[in-house]
């Protein structure tokens, strides 16, 4: 998959809101990319752009592309789009409780997928549902397909969205926040069970994630945003090992470690993330709060340059970063 | 346990939660949230307290408040027991313990402004009056680093770092000796994150401040903590200083648990050995016989499902709760 320039504007009573700005990245076949970011940074609005679920109004595509399996998805029909949404890609959400239906048994929300895509009837689709869930590792499946969400644990939960997610084999999941709201050992068998799905089936994911030990332990290439826009992308270990611009290199030093020794201070980046609908849009976004920032910073906007092989940064002052990690 | 700088001492604390069913409303069975737990902390010191959800952390860092009328066992705060404590002077008493909660958008009342939030406790606690009230507020929010003019907004006008400056400024109010921080930084974003971790050091070292700390996330327990509590099932496991318990893991979950975070640095973490745990934690209404993490444990043998292990001493400070140590 590739997406090529991807904007997606709200308008909203502040005036127009630019969620994402200009984005651009692509997808092999297995390979999974990570979307880094805080918050209202734009990684949710991305993904969903990509699955055209951005609720309108307030929100519009305003442009780009996104070109999956040969053809533009932003240029289909809604009734093609169906085709592809829950069958070709699927989507992992953050919190299984309210993505789940609390008044379906977890077999209809299973079989309903599978019926719609597959044209299964019901009993095979049960069947399958099964299957999933034993794939998924769930014990006792065909006990508990009669259940109701709130009978599950939260990891548990997750289990079943990622069977719905992986009912139809699709070619891509993007996974919002899996693990927000599951405990540390839970987060590791779930992700675990994403990583071996992958290899089994082949799919590509896109994992959107705050969480920078996941990244670094899961994705192959990582996209880091700022403000709807991306400031940084590259190979895992090129990001992680030599951060060109001074948000990634903050994020990466503001979090602790546990294989080092303890550090007094932690680096902290100051300020705030910006109010996207008061952002200059011919500026750096990341300026106010760059320890680096010089004059050109506020005049001109910095876009993706090419620093070493695959790695981009959109930053002018990148080549003085490391100045910034002898500082501490 | 008898150093005489205990600022409080936890004894045998157990706390059930009846599970009432039917219609004569009748207890069927305990929620053991709580069981059995004996901890203390130094005066001026941090202690980390850590486990999965549900293993009873805030309800311990509750009771230890006396939010909860406890089941069993004593809290002992500057050598008085809290729980033969009534009116005036339990009240007095409460002006030196405080808390910190976890999600700043539900714990902050959306009708009160910045101001009226953090100086509530002193007008509680009579504490302040007129121009010396306004004065204090201002005083405290410039602590926790928000701007004095900001006392008349309301919480919907702030971030959630910001929010949970409020709440930190609103913690500090009586000039506490004891803070229990629940969760303070999970629901931020990892830059507020820091900087929120980076306020609360700073004002432990200025006020002289104890903190117990109860999080989820290991490395921001660790690198707040002075010692850290190990809890699973409502039970201590492991506890012992924060560079040993890092350095030298001996609980079988411990270790588990530490394995389990990765490491923001890929080369660093392709290396780690990862014990994964399966399954979820157990019920607390009926936990596992013997030792409560022997279903999921990787170290588990013969007698371990029989006899529940005690907190057993290993050399300094350390110590630990399981019988293959």
Redesign the interface.
């Known amino acids: 998959m590739d997406v090529k320039n991807l904007r997606t504007y709200f308008y909203v009573k502040e005036g127009e809101l630019r969620a994402v700005d200009g984005l651009t990245y692509s997808i092999k076949q297995r390979e999974c990319v990570a979307l880094v970011g805080e918050s209202a940074c734009g990684k949710s609005v991305s993904a969903l752009s990509i699955l055209r679920l951005i609720p309108y109004p307030p929100g519009i595509i305003v442009g780009g592309e996104i070109i999956f399996e040969g053809r533009d998805i932003l240029k289909i029909s809604e009734e093609e789009m169906r085709q592809i949404r829950g069958g070709r890609i699927a989507m992992v959400f953050q919190e299984p409780m309210t993505s789940l239906n609390p008044v379906l048994t977890i077999n209809r929300q299973i079989s309903e997928t599978l019926q719609l895509h597959l044209s299964m009837d019901k009993e095979t689709a049960a069947l399958e549902a099964v299957n999933l869930l034993k794939l998924v590792g769930m014990p006792d499946p065909e006990r508990r397909i009669n259940d109701y969400p709130h009978q599950f644990s939260g990891g548990m939960q997750q289990r079943i969205m990622i069977a719905m997610a992986l009912s139809c084999k699709p070619s891509l999941i993007i996974a919002d926040e899996p693990t927000t709201s599951v405990d540390v050992t839970v987060q590791a068998q779930l992700l675990d069970l994403i990583n071996n799905l992958r290899d089994q089936f082949n799919t590509s994911i896109i994992i959107i994630t705050h969480n920078l030990g996941i990244v670094a332990r899961y994705a192959d290439s990582v996209n880091v945003m700022y403000a709807g826009r991306l400031v940084e992308k590259g190979p895992t270990n090129a990001i992680y090992e030599n951060p060109r611009h001074p948000y990634t290199l903050g994020l990466i030093a503001s979090v602790p470690r546990l294989d080092l020794p303890r550090k007094k201070n932690l680096s902290v980046i100051k300020g705030l993330p910006p109010n996207l609908a008061r952002l200059v849009p011919t500026v750096c976004a990341f300026s106010p709060r760059c320890k680096l920032a010089v004059d050109r910073c506020n005049k001109e906007r910095p876009e993706l340059e090419m620093v070493e092989k695959d790695h981009y940064v959109a930053c002018f002052r990148s080549s003085e970063v490391n100045q910034l990690v002898e500082d501490g | 346990m008898s150093d005489i700088d205990v600022l409080v001492d936890v004894k045998n604390v157990r706390m059930f939660f009846p599970v009432i069913a039917g219609v004569m409303r009748r207890k069927i069975a305990d929620v053991r949230a709580v069981d059995d737990v004996s901890l203390f902390i130094r005066k001026g010191e941090t202690l980390g307290l850590v486990g ?2 549900g293993c009873g952390k805030t309800t311990l860092g509750r009771c230890i408040l006396k939010l909860y009328k406890i089941t069993s066992g004593e809290v002992i705060f500057e050598g008085v027991d809290l729980a033969k404590l009534r009116g005036e002077p339990l009240r007095k008493m409460r002006r030196h313990m405080q808390l910190i909660f976890q999600d700043p958008y539900a714990s902050l009342d959306p009708r009160m402004t910045a101001g009226d939030i953090i100086g509530e406790p002193l007008l509680a606690h009579n504490l302040a009056k007129g121009q010396q009230y306004h004065d204090r507020v201002a005083e405290l929010l410039s602590i926790v680093e928000l701007e004095p003019r900001m006392a008349l907004r309301y919480p919907h006008e702030f ?1 959630g ?2 929010r949970q400056r409020i709440g930190i400024a609103r913690a500090l109010a009586c000039r506490p000796k004891f803070i229990v921080c629940d969760e303070p930084v999970s629901a931020l ?7 929120i ?2 306020l609360l ?1 700073d004002l432990k070292e200025e006020l002289s401040l104890t903190y117990l700390f109860i999080a ?1 996330d ?3 327990v ?2 707040i903590s002075d010692r850290v509590a190990v809890m699973y099932l409502g039970k201590i496991v492991e506890i012992t200083n ?2 040993e318990l ?1 350095a030298n893991p001996v609980h079988p979950y411990t270790q ?3 394995s ?10 392709r290396l ?1 050995k ?1 014990i ?6 157990p019920s607390p209404i009926n936990p596992p016989s013997g030792c409560y993490f022997h279903p999921r444990c990787h170290k588990c043998a013969d007698g371990c499902n029989e006899k529940d292990p005690e907190l057993k001493n290993i050399g300094g400070e350390h110590w630990v709760a399981c019988h293959r140590v």
Do not use: N
């Open positions: 999965e959800s971030s770092g910001q974003d990892v830059s507020i994150q820091a900087q971790i980076k050091t989820h290991l490395s921001v660790r690198h924060s560079d890092y588990a648990l530490l389990a975070v990765p490491i923001p640095a890929p080369s660093v973490d780690r990862r994964v745990l399966t399954g979820d934690v």
